[in-house]
């Protein structure tokens, strides 16, 4: 194991403390994560000296920027994520542009594999934490008419689906369909929303509803608080809500766990 994956490790282990304490992963970790990334291929692989090497290394960057801008603005990752993926790109990286492509492409199935799985797990957490407050919304959202229309529509599929096992499995779909919708809705209504003051706001923060402060009225929206907006509401002493996402840095650390060790693991599944 060299240099650079014990340090990406540590890195991300370190993103996974500020995401879980403080819902957001500093910038500063990030553009360290990378330029120490690109220091250490410049000795290790010539990459400042050669320059077939050095464009390749561009090119790469260049399709990961890309990947990142899409999954923030196709709302997949929030601005710390995309920034911790673009900072995760000299460990993909070989002077093979194919192959640096096949690693960033292996690292993002078993990112959204791992973030799928760990998103369920946080989330049966909370809602069980929560269970008495959330029920209430759950159960709303459960009795409103398109919800129960599925419902109906589920069991009417698992019964054909003893004479046709695909329209079973389609049945067994719906079901947790409507379940994880009811679960989320329930969810972001009551462990998701914090009443804090705007004296406390950082930059980022989400709005849970539109506010309006002194003149000013804001609006929520996926790109959250920008310094100009803190800068105008920490002059106002007033409680507002916010929304907490799910801290995703976890997700990143598993990946990365699985990326490293993926050749010892696969000898373990098929030997």
């Known amino acids: 194991m060299n240099f650079l994956i014990i340090f990406y490790l540590l890195g991300v282990f370190f993103a996974v403390y500020q995401d879980f304490t403080r819902r957001e992963i500093d910038d500063w970790l990030n553009l360290f994560l990378f330029s120490t990334g690109v220091l250490f291929l410049g000795f290790t692989q010539q990459l400042f000296t050669n320059p077939t090497v050095l464009v390749t290394f561009g090119s790469f960057v260049f399709i990961v920027s890309l990947l990142s801008f899409a999954f923030y603005y196709g709302r997949f990752f929030s601005g710390g994520d995309s920034k911790l993926f673009f900072a995760l790109s000299p460990l993909f990286f070989t002077p093979l542009l194919s192959f640096s492509c096949y690693n960033l492409f292996f690292y993002t199935i078993l990112l959204f594999v791992c973030g799928s799985v760990y998103s369920l797990v946080y989330s049966s957490y909370l809602f069980f934490r929560d269970f008495k407050k959330v029920k209430v919304v759950f159960l709303s959202e459960l009795n409103k008419k398109y919800y129960i229309f599925l419902i109906y529509l589920a069991v009417i599929f698992l019964f054909l689906g003893f004479f046709e096992k695909l329209i079973f499995i389609f049945s067994i779909f ?26 406390n706001l950082r930059e980022g923060d989400w709005l849970f509803f539109d506010v309006e402060v002194g003149k000013k009225m804001f609006r929520k929206n996926w790109e959250g608080l920008n310094a100009k907006d803190l800068k105008y509401l920490k002059k106002f002493n007033k409680k507002i809500y916010v929304k907490d996402g799910i801290p995703y840095a976890p997700s990143f650390l598993f990946a990365l766990f699985l990326f490293v060790f993926r050749d010892y693991l ?3 599944i098929f030997s």
């Open 266 to 268: 696969l000898g373990i």
């Open 174 to 199: 719906i079901f947790a369909f409507v379940f994880l919708i009811c679960m989320a809705k329930s969810l972001e209504e009551i462990s998701m929303k914090r009443l804090v003051s705007t004296k």
